[in-house]
Structures are given as structure tokens and as C-alpha cells.
């Protein structure tokens, strides 16, 4: 079972327009959420995280917003641009245990269209 | 460069050989992460290094993966006796401390294939 889901595979978006993008997850002990943005051939390049004790993180046009009850995070791009264009994965972790190895969804493809 | 490096980017291998995956992680970062990406999937955790310690294997699918980090900056995945469902693009991650409060960087991965 997947502790973490993304269930939009592909989202498009205007440019100039907020892309919105979703993660639910399962496990209410996740201790920190990162957003990676991944595109073709290369690897994953962080973007953004939260703490699980804070419910928004700010970082230009990129903002985190965490809903514990709800088991929601999403990520907001404002305003979208065309380079925003790659898979996003959301990915949450634990202090302890391993140290800190990730757990992801499959991703989101966005397309900022011109 | 700076970034973690890994090779090589491609990998083509017949069922039943051994291959060897290298991964350079940024210079001295302490935690190193391999992770299992298949087709259409999210990256999948295989195995963790503090330094040259392997603390946690609980990924690796099966005693034909074994990893290693002997000198505390180099890794290398090795799977032997492959098969076709190896088959994906396998990702390094390093960390420059042990906090999980820093994140990870991840290299563009090697893509292995097992005709």
C-alpha cells in the first residue's frame, strides 16, 4: 500500500495562471514533507519542505501548504511559467528510523503551456 | 562538478551478468541514499550509508543487491545474477550531515536495462 499518493498524473496549466498540485498520505507520523521537480534524464532537484508542526512554507513562487487532519499537502507555483514544465514528486520522511530515507508518490506531470 | 555523479548513465545488460553502479556523492556530505526508480513510479528506497556504515538495507529486493561505501565517499550497488525486472533507473542521494532536516541531492541516475 502506498503511503504516499499523487493522484493526478498530468496537470496543465496557462502561463502566468497557479499550477496546484496535490499529495495525500496515509502514515499521520510523517515528521517532514518535501516537493522534488524532476525532468527527463535528469534526477530530482529538491524544491521546497515543511516541517509537520507548521501549515505553510513560503520560497518565492513556490508555496507548501500542510493539512494534518486532512492528510493533505499541496504544492502552489504562482505565477507558472513555462520552465515549471517536469514531473513534481511529493516525498515525506521520518526523524528517526533510517536517518531520514524518503518516501514518494509517483508524480505529477505539469505542463505550462505558452 | 559539484553535484552527486553517477556512472555509468546507461547500463545494457543480458539476464544472469553482475553489474556494478557507481555513484560520487557531493564531497563530504556524510549520508548516502541509493534509491530504485521503475518506469512510471516514484523513487523507491533501497539502502542508507552514515559515512562508511551501512545502517539500513531494509530496500534492497533481494541477496543479489549488495551495496557498499567502504571508504565513506565512493558507493557502488552492485546486483548480481540480474533479471529483467531490475530493470530501472537507479538514483544516489547524498546529505551533507545526518539532520533529515537538510535535503537530499540526488545524481541523474543510471538507467539499466536487462535484455
Known amino acids: 500500500d502506498q503511503q504516499v499518493k499523487q493522484n493526478s498524473p498530468s496537470l496543465s496549466v496557462q502561463e502566468g495562471r497557479i499550477s496546484i498540485l496535490n499529495c495525500d498520505y496515509t502514515?499521520?507520523?510523517?515528521?517532514?514533507f518535501l516537493w522534488y521537480k524532476k525532468y527527463p534524464a535528469e534526477g530530482p532537484t529538491f524544491l521546497i519542505s515543511?516541517?509537520?508542526?507548521?501549515d505553510k512554507n513560503e520560497d518565492g513562487r513556490f508555496t507548501v501548504f500542510l493539512n494534518k487532519s486532512a492528510k493533505h499537502l499541496s504544492l502552489h507555483i504562482v505565477p507558472s511559467q513555462p520552465g515549471d514544465s517536469a514531473v513534481y514528486f511529493c516525498?515525506?520522511?521520518?526523524?528517526?528510523?533510517?536517518?531520514?530515507?524518503?518516501?514518494f508518490g509517483k508524480g505529477t506531470k505539469l505542463s505550462v503551456k505558452p | 562538478g559539484a553535484g552527486v555523479s553517477q556512472s555509468p548513465r546507461y547500463k545494457v545488460a543480458k539476464r544472469g551478468q553482475d553489474v556494478a553502479l557507481r555513484c560520487d556523492p557531493i564531497?563530504?556530505?556524510?549520508?548516502l541514499f541509493w534509491y530504485q526508480q521503475a518506469l512510471g513510479q516514484g523513487p523507491e528506497f533501497l539502502t542508507y550509508?552514515?559515512?562508511?556504515?551501512?545502517?539500513?538495507k531494509s530496500g534492497l529486493p533481494s541477496d543479489r543487491f549488495f551495496a557498499e561505501r567502504p571508504e565513506g565517499s565512493v558507493s557502488t550497488l552492485k546486483i548480481q545474477r540480474t533479471q529483467q525486472e531490475d530493470s530501472a533507473v537507479y538514483l544516489c542521494?547524498?546529505?551533507?550531515?545526518?539532520?533529515?532536516?537538510?535535503?537530499?541531492?540526488f545524481g541523474d541516475g543510471t538507467r539499466l536495462s536487462i535484455l
Open positions: 542521494a547524498s546529505r551533507p550531515t545526518l539532520s533529515p532536516n537538510q535535503p537530499q541531492h
Open positions: 502514515n499521520s507520523m510523517f515528521d517532514y
Open positions: 515543511i516541517s509537520s508542526i507548521k
Open positions: 516525498a515525506a520522511g521520518f526523524y528517526g528510523g533510517s536517518q531520514g530515507n524518503l518516501i
Open positions: 564531497s563530504g556530505h556524510v549520508s
Open positions: 550509508f552514515q559515512n562508511e556504515a551501512q545502517l539500513d
